[in-house]
């Protein structure tokens, strides 16, 4: 018998390709979609009493969460949108409206997993369940040649098993939705940006608009002019910029890569790959070492330990970092980019990360902490494995991927074009 359901959004903030909105939908008679700004997120601190989350990915959030809310009403439905914890917002409302199950995408690291747990736990008192679905990866987990418990520590061999074995599944199409019951509840307002002790500021506007409206348009921009994927550069203006709506799954991987390589490369057997198609392996490799090693991803010994004892915390020191008050002009301007925008792109973090971790010999937790604050596009995944890479303690346990040279400021930056742009523009 088909009965209500929730369908609880996290990350993934969009219609197109989401199984939980399709099960969901198949499943139930009506549905009720819900967001919870969750205020252990948005008013929390990590060890180092740095923000969990600043005003650029908060932003971003707001917005994307506005466009889901009216891409729902677009279609008849609606958005429930609440701000307290997510377990206990979304079990009063499934008691309430005697729903059947909540729907969500399963989430793999420590905070969402204790939360995703919570809320089992008292769906179950009230004989409700919480159904998980997927849909972060390129690949679906179930079709990878090996088990999770086996997946390679290398890169490589990784690439080279999922190449060679598996089949990309085409995104799934936005079904029609059932007519939102109003069943006399109330839907809630979206938050502004002060009830999580955050000031409105103009932060890129026309860039990191959140949501997948603009997701979608930016996907279309870059199909139509093939030239602008200029990925895996060694160069400061680099990378499509597609990773806000990917971590916030505004965009999904498999929508991203369908419409890019025009729908051709859905079987294994296809020789060439879209150059996008690493760049999102490396992203599904770093979610399959997260799921393979758990919260060893969050110690400072990492995955492979080595001894980080001259790594002592100074706060002077990674003050100076954050600031951008180093010895190094480009790593100053690498930091007042990311202060600004929310965002740097990879051979930027590659640049301040080994920086603060091999120069100034800070534990790269700190650095870790800064980049989940400022980062618009933070993922627990992708944020923690680079980061361990870097400081020689990831699963591939190499020593660095990315060692400065002594004349590194001017070998990235040539002309100071970079640095004339962000040594001029520091937010105070
Ligand atoms: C220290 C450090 C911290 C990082 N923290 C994050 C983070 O919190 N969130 C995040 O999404 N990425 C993170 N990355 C990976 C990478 O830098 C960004 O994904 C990339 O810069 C985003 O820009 P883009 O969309 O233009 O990338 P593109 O080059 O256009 O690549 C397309 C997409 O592929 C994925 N991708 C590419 N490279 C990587 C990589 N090395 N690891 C994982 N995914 C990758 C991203 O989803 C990206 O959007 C981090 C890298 C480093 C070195």
């Known amino acids: 018998m088909r009965e209500g359901g929730i369908l609880w959004f996290r990350n993934d903030l969009r219609l197109t390709d989401n199984e939980a909105l399709c099960e969901s939908v198949w499943q139930s008679n009506r549905i009720y979609p819900v967001y919870v700004f969750d205020e252990r997120i948005f008013s929390g601190k990590s060890a180092f009493g740095l923000r969990k989350i600043d005003t650029p990915r908060a932003k971003f959030i707001l917005d994307a969460v506005t466009d889901l809310r009216n891409r729902l009403r677009d279609r008849g439905s609606d958005l429930i949108i609440r701000i307290g914890k997510s377990e206990e917002e979304v079990y009063n409302i499934a008691k309430r409206l005697k729903t059947r199950n909540v729907f969500c995408n399963r989430e793999r690291t420590y905070e969402e997993v204790l939360i995703q747990d919570a809320l089992e736990e008292k769906l179950w008192s009230i004989g409700q369940e919480l159904r998980y679905t997927r849909g972060k990866m390129l690949y679906y987990t179930a079709d990878l040649p090996f088990p999770v418990t086996h997946s390679p520590d290398s890169f490589n061999a990784f690439r080279r098993e999922v190449e060679k074995f598996t089949s990309l599944r085409p995104p799934l199409t936005i079904p029609d939705l059932p007519p939102f019951d109003n069943a006399n ?85 296809s020789k060439e790959k879209h150059p996008l198609y690493y760049q999102l392996l490396w992203r599904d490799y770093h979610r399959l070492i997260c799921k393979k090693y758990g919260n060893a991803i969050f110690c400072a010994e990492g995955i492979k330990p080595k001894d980080v004892s001259q790594s002592q915390y100074q706060a002077d020191v990674c003050k100076s970092w954050v600031q951008g008050e180093t010895d190094s002009s480009l790593v100053n301007a690498i930091m007042s980019e990311l202060k600004n925008t929310g965002f740097i792109n990879d051979l930027a973090r590659r640049i301040s990360a080994s920086y603060l971790v091999h120069v100034l010999k800070q534990p790269w937790l700190y650095g870790a902490s800064y980049y989940e604050q400022m980062l618009i596009d933070y993922d627990p995944c992708s944020n923690y494995g680079n980061w361990m890479e870097i400081a ?30 962000w040594l001029k523009n520091v937010r105070v």
């Open 185 to 269: 509840i109330d839907k809630g307002e979206l938050p502004a940006l002060s009830r999580f002790e955050m000031s409105e500021v103009n932060l890129n506007a026309d860039c990191f608009n959140g949501g997948e409206s603009r997701g979608l348009e930016i996907v279309e921009n870059l199909k139509n002019d093939a030239s602008s994927v200029n990925v895996g550069q060694d160069s400061l203006y680099s990378g499509t910029q597609l990773s806000p709506w990917l971590s916030h799954g505004c965009l999904s991987p498999k929508t991203i890569y369908f419409e890019l390589s025009g729908n051709k490369n859905f079987n294994n057997s």
């Open 392 to 421: 020689g303690v990831g699963a591939e346990n190499k020593e660095s991927k990315f060692i400065l040279s002594s004349d590194f400021d001017s070998k990235y930056d040539r002309d100071e074009s970079y640095r004339s742009r």
